[in-house]
């Protein structure tokens, strides 16, 4: 390998803009190709990053021959791309969540062990020192129960709103695509649970359906649940509960809130600032979470792995990262059962 990591994004997408500036600005790191099954996206990334613009990711990485490639898709589009990237014996790291489809991403998991590749995950909240710090205390207090939340607005028709005006708006709204916001933009409260909580053995939950129906400029494609109700039992016998919408137009948000026995921790935004309360103490310890930087810090750690091919950094390895999609996929299976699912990693 030379002195920059060269690397090739399949995907031009909104979840680009998260890493390209940093990568764009690494001394080290030099971007060879974009793919986009819209080439005219990748073609803007190449005006403005340089490389070459393919719409065929197999095309791409035999033509530029990247170092290490950054898989950016919607949901139901993986599996393809990362069995290219095995087979070139490429490192990747794709965004989450990995996969729709559980018995192929269960498949995937084991081609990509037994590969050797390097694989990291897109979950960057595990690069956060807010949830960090609550992870340390964990350790030695593990969690009783967990309540988190994220509340955002439908997808509408109208100007100015980002699924209306972006790609995204043609497969996020299809639960079929997407899996659902529990699967597609909760999953990082899913994931959160189990960095903090461990292993998630059994699931429940319910949806509620049928009321963002009733806008006049909903997206005409919009299939998904409402809002779904998520219960969780952990195998060191914890609980939590979570909870996605996508239906409310006022004051919704994410936060994330974490009981232990001597611990509290009240995680709050999409940053994760936290306050920590610990029995015997007062006030609080408030740990402001990181904004602007957790993007490097994640592309960071992902480009020292392939440079020296120590691994030792990543916190959410491929398997990992499957684990938590696994998880959010058995929510949407106890929808259909109406039973609980004991989660199958």
């Not at 059994?202 to 005409?220: C, G, H, M, S, T």
């Not at 392939?306 to 950094?313: E, F, I, L, N, W």
Request: net charge negative.
């Amino acid at each position: 390998m030379s002195d920059k990591v060269r690397v090739g994004l399949i995907g031009c997408g909104g979840i680009s803009g998260a890493h390209l500036p940093h990568l764009s600005s690494s001394e080290d790191v030099e971007l060879v190709g974009f793919c986009d099954v819209v080439v005219e996206r990748a073609q803007a990334k190449v005006e403005k990053h340089g490389g070459q613009a393919f719409d065929n990711a197999e095309e791409m990485l035999d033509t530029v021959k990247p170092d290490a490639a950054y898989i950016l898709i919607p949901t139901y589009a993986h599996g393809a791309p990362e069995r290219s990237c095995i087979q070139r014996k490429i490192p990747f790291l794709v965004e989450k969540p990995l996969g729709i489809d559980p018995d192929d991403l269960r498949k995937l998991v084991k081609e990509v062990e037994a590969s050797g590749v390097i694989a990291m995950s897109g979950f960057m909240n595990r690069y956060r020192k807010s949830i960090n710090r609550v992870k340390d205390l964990l350790a030695d207090d593990p969690a009783i129960l967990m309540d988190g939340a994220w509340i955002g607005g439908p997808p509408l028709v109208k100007e100015g709103d980002y699924f209306s005006t972006q790609p995204i708006g043609q497969w996020w709204p299809v639960k079929g695509k997407s899996g659902g916001q529990m699967v597609e933009q909760v999953i990082h409260t899913v994931d959160l649970t189990r960095y903090l909580g461990g292993e998630v053995v059994e699931v429940f939950a319910y949806a509620a359906r049928n009321f963002n129906q009733k806008l006049p400029n909903l997206i005409p494609n919009y299939d998904l649940d409402d809002a779904m109700v998520l219960s969780m039992k952990f195998a060191h016998g914890g609980v939590a509960n979570l909870m996605s919408c996508c239906s409310a137009q006022a004051n919704g948000g994410v936060f994330l809130n974490v009981w232990a026995s001597a611990h509290t921790a009240r995680f709050t935004d999409w940053a994760h600032h936290v306050k920590i309360f610990t029995a015997g103490q007062e006030g609080s310890e408030d740990i402001k979470g990181d904004i602007d930087d957790i993007f490097p810090t994640e592309d960071r750690v992902f480009i020292n792995a392939v440079k020296t091919g120590d691994r030792s950094a990543i916190r959410a390895t491929h398997a990992d990262g499957a684990r938590s999609t696994l998880l959010a996929l058995a929510a949407n299976e106890s929808l259909l059962t109406g039973q609980p699912v004991t989660v199958q990693y």
